[in-house]
């Protein structure tokens, strides 16, 4: 009996802090996020030792007079929405209006507020709240924007404080927390610091190459290639990394839909799936990517922290997105650069932001609101297939790399791996199709095994037949093959299957998980041309022809890239055109 | 080293000798020529070590000894010159002097002592035989070897020396060729195997009407006609035992006309992928249907009317190799013989008014349904 009581406000948003605000980094976000509301354009956070100590968070936007300031730190006060209706669709970051009420319940908090000067009651408001009590509010003076100081984060919850950690792994959050938000939103300057030191300086810019350049650093930027495509009314826009740079470790993925950032390990894995056979199997690539749906397919209000999102149909979502990276890496625009890129980059990126607009897009064609695009990259030349591969006047050098015009420059073409390239997706059409054609031999090879090889030999008989190797045991531990693959005109076709055959007695693409693309990946590179075979100019036309007729001509299947490109603009650069 | 000759004489013998200078070499002396006055007159040779020419020039020399001159300023220079005399002279080893009229040359050299030194075949048990022969043989077998280079010995040309009959035979594992010429004349019997790049020297080098001689040293092997010598290095045998791959049970046989054949394999052929080239060939009575289908590209179709009375047959093959043996075949007509999709089949001319003996022989490709 009487064991139930309601608990009192401050205790409730205590524990709904505990789902808003877990360490200094979800504060600054829920901060940054109430900035970016109130239309600011310029935010700087100041922590002290990791926003243990403090966090300060100001911002140059619309403000709050004193009523609203005072109703802003009440639980599911906002101004954002009005009913659950406008929670379809909604368009701001913030809605459910708990964020500051669980910050200041849980600190000693200070909010300083001055509303936009054309409002005739213009002056500013201090308030001081402590544990969540209202300690204060006095009236002060101060130019137009809010900051909030946050000291002493779970002063009265010392259990949560326990669980923040050292200082230097709190910045280490909030920086990465600062980047989600300033991908958002290149229309907004972000400048952070820790005990006085800057850790983020991230001017107003209207490309989003720039962004990842000032968040990340120029190498960085300089290895991505735009995404930009749609399918339904789902569109996929961003920068991916090239294959080539993709690492096993240090990956950076941030993803957004409408404009919002979220996790997803699924759409993460779909873009992975994109990059399928163009880099090492443990390789994770770096990517920036923004979805566009139609605000009543996503719903965005599954989790207090917002950073999960529920697609209607999320198999469809998924498909577009790997579909979006694959056609990404596909353009030549996607091969490797010589030189410094970053001019070339952003330029690429900035070509279309200023198209303006899809913050957050409703529809990938519709967009409203006035800030620039972050994602917004023109789908670079299509450089596919035959245009420009002439029949002659191809460069062969160091009998390995061939060198030929392209519209937008130079490109320095890989013989080997552009041929693994060829005979990979070759391959893999062959061992899902009809087979290929087989030339039977007229003095037929013996092949002498190892019993491990022998077994290869079993085990990946059906593929072997399917690729042209018809092979017949011979007894003992010999195989003799029949009939051949025959790829080129250079062909060895003894070699190719010693060699294919060794590989899998010995487990070498070992990461491949899927049979057939194992299959497919050791073959083409045994089968390939090899560098340092002189090559006719017919057979260098056959080959570039090929390549370009590949989905994804720039990528070998380890990761490597197959052409390396010298921009024209670069070029120019270099003999001071431009 | 001074000596004179006519502008023609000279340049008849570096015509001989030049094609064999390598364009591209590391070692700087192969792309000169060798001048060497001699009693006989002035020998020109030539060598990028697998083959080596070399050729006397009648002369007037006035004193022996040895230069290399740079082949290709020679050969331009020559060709420049006046039809008149042109006098040489050599001050030591490396500078020479060519006067012819009132131009003047002078020319660096390298010392001769790095020529490479050619090799000792000696002709005194040779074989004797017409170049008309030979070139009969070259044209139509040597297209057949092997290019690619995991065999060296398919990058040969087999040259089998009976009592009664010469034979070449090139294969590079997925189509042949073999021709037989009968001699006369009983020489030793021998099997060369033969690189053929020095056959296509011989072809270019020796008229049809010269008679050549043909000598073997150990790993050597020598042509002699007139005073130009040939000179190639042999490849290693055995070469594979070919014969019992050629099939004699071949119960299908179609004569068809060469031009047409060849011509409606061209056309389909155009839609047949860069990599197989893949042609599919069906035989009916009276009728062979071609038909070639490439994904991502598309397909095409044709028939041409041929002689053919056996069972239907549907059958694959490389349209390029096809193509190749059509070239080399020297009748109007061929005969095509085939046994079943897997097994290989033969191509002969048909009404041939040659004694020689010839037989093409391609294998197929695996037809996919
Ligand atoms: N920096 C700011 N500038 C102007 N108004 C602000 C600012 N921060 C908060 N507000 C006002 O205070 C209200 C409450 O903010 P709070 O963050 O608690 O809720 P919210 O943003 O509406 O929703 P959420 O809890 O999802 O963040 C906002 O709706 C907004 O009107
Ligand atoms: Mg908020």
């Given at each position: 009996m009487g064991r139930i009581v309601i608990l009192p406000d401050a205790v409730i948003d205590q524990i709904s802090a505990g789902e808003v605000v877990e360490r200094p980094a979800s504060v600054v976000k829920e901060l940054i996020e109430n900035a970016l509301d109130a239309g600011a354009t310029a935010i700087e956070i100041a922590l002290e030792?990791?926003?243990?100590?403090?966090?300060?968070?100001?911002?140059?936007?619309?403000?709050?007079?004193?009523?609203?300031a005072v109703l802003a730190i009440d639980r599911h006060a906002t101004s954002k929405i009005k009913s659950a209706s406008d929670l379809i669709g909604v368009a701001t970051l913030g809605f459910r209006g708990e964020a500051l009420a669980a910050i200041a319940s849980v600190s000693k908090f200070e909010l300083e507020t001055a509303p936009d000067e054309d409002d005739a009651s213009s002056e500013a408001t201090r308030l001081i709240v402590e544990g969540g009590r209202l300690k204060d509010v006095q009236q002060t003076a101060r130019r137009r924007g809010t900051t909030v100081r946050v000291r002493r984060l779970f002063f009265n919850a010392p259990a949560r404080r326990k669980f923040l950690r050292t200082p230097a792994t709190e910045t280490r959050a909030t920086v990465a927390a600062v980047s989600v938000l300033a991908f958002m939103r290149l229309d907004v300057s972000f400048k952070l610091t820790n005990d006085g030191r800057s850790l983020t300086d991230a001017p107003r810019v209207s490309a989003l190459g720039d962004r990842i350049e000032s968040l990340f650093g120029r190498s960085l930027a300089e290895g991505l290639i735009p995404v930009d495509h749609h399918a339904g009314n789902v569109s996929v826009r961003g920068f991916i990394q090239r294959p080539a740079d993709a690492k096993p470790t240090g990956r950076k993925a941030f993803l957004f839909v409408n404009g919002r950032p979220f996790r997803d390990p699924f759409v993460v894995r779909a873009a992975e799936a994109g990059y399928r056979a163009t880099i090492h199997p443990g390789s994770r690539p770096t990517m920036f990517l923004s979805?566009?749906?139609?605000?009543?397919?996503?719903?965005?209000?599954?989790?207090?922290?917002?950073?999960?999102?529920?697609?209607?149909?999320?198999?469809?979502?998924?498909?577009?997105?790997?579909?979006?990276?694959?056609?990404?890496?596909?353009?030549?625009?996607?091969?490797?650069?010589?030189?410094?890129?970053?001019?070339?980059?952003?330029?690429?990126?900035?070509?279309?932001?200023?198209?303006?607009?899809?913050?957050?897009?409703?529809?990938?064609?519709?967009?409203?609101?006035?800030?620039?695009?972050?994602?917004?990259?023109?789908?670079?030349?299509?450089?596919?297939?035959?245009?420009?591969?002439?029949?002659?006047?191809?460069?062969?050098?160091?009998?390995?790399?061939?060198?030929?015009?392209?519209?937008?420059?130079?490109?320095?073409?890989?013989?080997?791996?552009?041929?693994?390239?060829?005979?990979?997706?070759?391959?893999?059409?062959q061992l899902n199709g009809e087979g290929a054609p087989s030339q039977r031999l007229l003095l037929p090879l013996t092949v002498d095994l190892e019993p491990r090889e022998l077994e290869a030999v079993e085990q990946n008989r059906a593929q072997l037949d399917a690729i042209g190797f018809e092979v017949e045991d011979f007894g003992g531990r010999s195989v003799v093959i029949h009939a051949v693959p025959n790829p080129h005109p250079r062909f060895d076709a003894r070699r190719c299957f010693e060699e294919v055959v060794a590989d899998f007695a010995r487990g070498r693409f070992g990461g491949w998980n899927n049979q057939l693309e194992r299959f497919a990946a050791t073959y083409a590179c045994r089968a390939a041309i090899k560098a340092g075979q002189v090559l006719e100019q017919r057979e260098i036309g056959t080959l570039l022809r090929r390549l370009f007729g590949c989905e994804l001509p720039p990528h070998d299947v380890h990761g490597r890239p197959t052409i390396v490109q010298l921009p024209r603009e670069e070029l120019e650069r270099r003999f001071g055109r431009s | 080293m001074k000596f004179t000759i006519t502008r023609e004489q000279l340049q008849e013998g570096l015509i001989a000798v030049a094609s064999t200078v390598p364009t591209r070499t590391t070692l700087p002396v192969l792309s000169n020529i060798l001048v060497e006055a001699t009693a006989d007159g002035v020998?020109?040779?030539?060598?990028?070590?697998?083959?080596?020419?070399?050729?006397?020039?009648?002369?007037?020399?006035?004193?022996?000894?040895?230069?290399?001159?740079?082949?290709?300023?020679?050969?331009?220079?020559?060709?420049?010159?006046?039809?008149?005399?042109?006098?040489?002279?050599?001050?030591?080893?490396?500078?020479?002097?060519?006067?012819?009229?009132?131009?003047?040359?002078?020319?660096?050299?390298?010392?001769?002592?790095?020529?490479?030194?050619?090799?000792?075949?000696?002709?005194?048990?040779?074989w004797k035989m017409t170049?008309?022969?030979?070139?009969?043989?070259?044209?139509?077998?040597?297209?057949?070897?092997?290019?690619?280079?995991?065999?060296?010995?398919?990058?040969?040309?087999?040259?089998?020396?009976?009592?009664?009959?010469?034979?070449?035979?090139?294969?590079?594992?997925?189509?042949?060729?073999?021709?037989?010429?009968?001699?006369?004349?009983?020489?030793?019997?021998?099997?060369?195997?033969?690189?053929?790049?020095?056959?296509?020297?011989?072809?270019?080098?020796?008229?049809?009407?010269?008679?050549?001689?043909?000598?073997?040293?150990?790993?050597?092997?020598?042509?002699?006609?007139?005073?130009?010598?040939?000179?190639?290095?042999?490849?290693?045998?055995?070469?594979?035992?070919?014969?019992?791959?050629?099939?004699?049970?071949?119960?299908?046989?179609?004569?068809?006309?060469?031009?047409?054949?060849?011509?409606?394999?061209?056309?389909?052929?155009?839609?047949?992928?860069?990599?197989?080239?893949?042609?599919?060939?069906?035989?009916?009575?009276?009728?062979?249907?071609?038909?070639?289908?490439?994904?991502?590209?598309?397909?095409?179709?044709?028939?041409?009317?041929?002689?053919?009375?056996?069972?239907?047959?549907?059958?694959g093959f490389n349209a390029t190799y096809l193509l190749e043996l059509l070239k080399v075949m020297p009748t109007d007509e061929v005969r095509f013989t085939l046994k079943a999709p897997e097994r290989a089949a033969t191509m002969e001319p048909v009404g041939w008014d040659d004694p020689a003996s010839y037989l093409c022989l391609v294998m197929p490709l695996r037809l996919v349904d």
């Open positions: 030792a990791g926003g243990k100590t403090s966090i300060t968070v100001s911002d140059d936007g619309t403000g709050m007079d004193r009523d609203d979805l566009g749906v139609p605000g009543d397919t996503v719903d965005v209000n599954v989790h207090p922290s917002k950073l999960e999102v529920r697609f209607r149909d999320r198999r469809f979502v998924e498909a577009t997105v790997e579909e979006a990276v694959r056609r990404a890496l596909g353009p030549i625009g996607a091969a490797a650069v010589v030189g410094p890129g970053a001019d070339w980059l952003p330029e690429a990126a900035a070509a279309s932001t200023v198209a303006g607009a899809g913050y957050p897009p409703s529809s990938p064609e519709g967009s409203r609101g006035s800030a620039p695009s972050l994602f917004g990259v023109e789908r670079y030349a299509p450089a596919h297939a035959e245009f420009f591969v002439a029949d002659g006047g191809f460069l062969q050098i160091f009998d390995t790399y061939i060198v030929m015009q392209t519209p937008d420059g130079l490109a320095i073409v890989d013989q080997h791996s552009a041929h693994e390239r060829v005979l990979y997706e070759a391959t893999m059409s | 020998r020109l040779a030539g060598t990028d070590l697998d083959i080596a020419v070399s050729t006397v020039v009648p002369a007037e020399i006035e004193a022996e000894g040895a230069v290399t001159l740079p082949a290709k300023k020679l050969v331009e220079i020559v060709r420049e010159l006046p039809s008149a005399g042109i006098h040489f002279s050599a001050s030591g080893e490396q500078r020479v002097t060519l006067e012819c009229g009132r131009s003047r040359f002078k020319l660096l050299g390298i010392a001769p002592d790095e020529f490479p030194s050619f090799p000792t075949v000696s002709f005194d048990n040779a170049s008309a022969d030979i070139q009969n043989l070259i044209s139509h077998v040597v297209f057949a070897a092997s290019t690619e280079e995991s065999r060296p010995i398919l990058n040969g040309v087999l040259w089998e020396m009976r009592e009664d009959r010469m034979r070449m035979v090139a294969t590079n594992g997925h189509r042949l060729a073999r021709m037989d010429i009968p001699v006369s004349g009983g020489a030793a019997a021998a099997d060369l195997i033969v690189p053929p790049k020095a056959l296509e020297q011989i072809r270019k080098l020796f008229g049809p009407a010269d008679e050549i001689e043909v000598a073997r040293s150990d790993n050597h092997l020598g042509f002699r006609a007139g005073s130009t010598h040939i000179f190639t290095r042999l490849i290693e045998g055995p070469y594979p035992n070919y014969e019992q791959v050629i099939p004699r049970d071949n119960d299908k046989v179609v004569t068809v006309d060469r031009q047409a054949l060849a011509a409606a394999i061209r056309r389909v052929g155009v839609v047949a992928s860069d990599q197989t080239h893949r042609v599919r060939l069906s035989f009916s009575s009276g009728l062979v249907k071609f038909s070639v289908s490439t994904p991502d590209l598309g397909e095409a179709e044709d028939e041409i009317q041929a002689t053919y009375d056996g069972e239907p047959l549907e059958i």
